[in-house]
Structures are given as C-alpha cells and as structure tokens.
C-alpha cells in the first residue's frame, strides 16, 4: 500500500526501538512528531542494574546488544520507512569501525529500512550547523562511562573540550533528572571554545529544556532524542520546520 492511501502515516511511518526501561524518548518523540507521520514503538528488554559499579554497567551494555536486533524483528511488519535506534552505547562505545559494521547488520535485521542511530545523527547535525568541531559533551552517567562516551567523538576528530555527567544510578533512573540538574550540566559543558553542546543518552528528558538553554548559552544544544527524531525525518525527505525543539528544527 503506498503512502498516500494511508489515513495514518501517510507521510511517514518511523520505527523507534527504545530500551524496556526508558520513559523519556517516546513522549519526547511523540511531540515532535510532525502531521502525516507516526510513530511505532518497540522495547528492549533489559536489566535494570546499578551502572555505578562495573559488573553492572557492563551487563547493562550487554542485554542492550542482545535485545536490540530483537526489537528491531518486533517492528519489521509495521512496514516501517525508517527505524530509530533509540539507544546509546553501541553508536560509540567500539569504535568508528565496529558501528560500521553494527549499522549495516540492524539494517539488514531490519529488512533493508534506513537505520537512525545517534553517532550518524550527531555528526549530520554538527556539519549542518556549520561544521562545527569543538563540543561539550554531557553523559547520563557517572565518571565510570566517560571514556566510551568520548572516544567515538574523538576517533572521528571532535575536540571534546568538556564533558558533564549527569550521575544516573540506573538506566531507568538516568531520567530522574531536575531542571537544575540540567542546567548545571548544560553550564559545565559549556566551557571556553566550546562550539556546540551534545547531550547524549536517550533516557535523558532534555529535548524542551534543550531548546530553552540555547537561548542562555548562545550556542547549539543537541539533545540526544531531538537529534534522532530531526535525523529520521530528513534522511526521510521530510523538512517540517518548527519550534520549541532548538535550532535544528528551525533552521536545518
């Protein structure tokens, strides 16, 4: 059935595979979501242990990977025009080489549809933005993450000149996060020479208050699930402008 003879999702039906224990990125998707396009959403189902002590972190990151290709087969008879991976740490944590071959593997789950995952959606967004090379980065997690939030930007010559973190104890407390909480990390990435600040992870509720820290700091805030959702649409053809999403939804 082609899309003009669908009363829903007649412009676009995107796929969005999110962990089993996030709360942020389907609300924060939905109000993005432009008219003609739906959203259909597929879980990760994944252990919700400490990411504060290694034994934990590292099995967070491994159910990730185990449950990923299976949401993405979750959503495969939706017939989807784009799937967004909703999820953070295999989009950098092994290096440009491996999310190579990591994309082109969920795109082969997926049946051939088009793959959105934050690493390509960040650095789409920063070249739109003006090529921009210097950024602060804030991380949901404590220090014990830094290095593998950091090295994908790195390996592709980024300049991380600051990186904040927001503590979560958890993956579904990574969203237990105050507007001040926010605001201090948007200030401590924002540091001399910064060009634009990069939040990432997708538990993060940031995409509204993204919008609003621009207006402080002059400079672009790219949350993690408004980046992804901007991605999807316009490697989709589709370039809805509006605001209250921060300046890649109102000027790229």
Not at 2 to 7: D, L, P, T
Not at 103 to 109: G, M, P
Not at 213 to 241: C, F
Request: net charge negative; charged share 20%; with cysteine.
């Amino acid at each position: 059935m082609s899309n003009a003879n669908k009363i829903l999702g007649h412009r676009l039906r995107v796929g969005v595979v999110i962990p089993s224990t996030n709360t942020s990125a389907q609300p924060e998707m939905d109000d993005m979501r432009p008219y003609g396009v739906t959203n259909h959403v597929g879980r990760m189902v994944i252990v919700d242990e400490s990411l504060v002590v290694e034994p934990g972190f590292n099995s967070v990151i491994q159910a990730m990977r185990r449950a990923t290709e299976p949401a993405i087969k979750s959503l495969k008879d939706c017939q989807l025009d784009r799937i967004i991976v909703a999820v953070s740490p295999d989009a950098y944590w092994r290096g440009v080489e491996a999310h190579a071959q990591m994309l082109a593997q969920l795109q082969d789950t997926a049946g051939g549809v088009g793959i959105t995952c934050s690493a390509d959606a960040v650095e789409e967004a920063l070249a739109r933005l003006g090529g921009l090379r210097r950024i602060g980065l804030i991380s949901p997690y404590t220090a014990i993450g830094n290095e593998a939030v950091t090295q994908f930007f790195v390996d592709k010559g980024y300049d991380v000149v600051a990186l904040a973190n927001l503590g979560g104890q958890s993956p579904s407390r990574i969203a237990e996060v105050s507007l001040q909480d926010l605001r201090n990390a948007v200030d401590a990435a924002n540091a001399p020479g910064v060009e634009a600040i990069v939040q990432v992870g997708t538990n993060v509720p940031m995409a509204s208050f993204a919008h609003t820290a621009e207006q402080w700091t002059g400079k672009p805030v790219i949350a993690n699930n408004t980046v992804l959702y901007w991605h999807a649409l316009r490697m989709s053809g589709i370039d809805d402008q509006f605001d209250g999403f921060g300046r890649l939804f109102s000027c790229c």
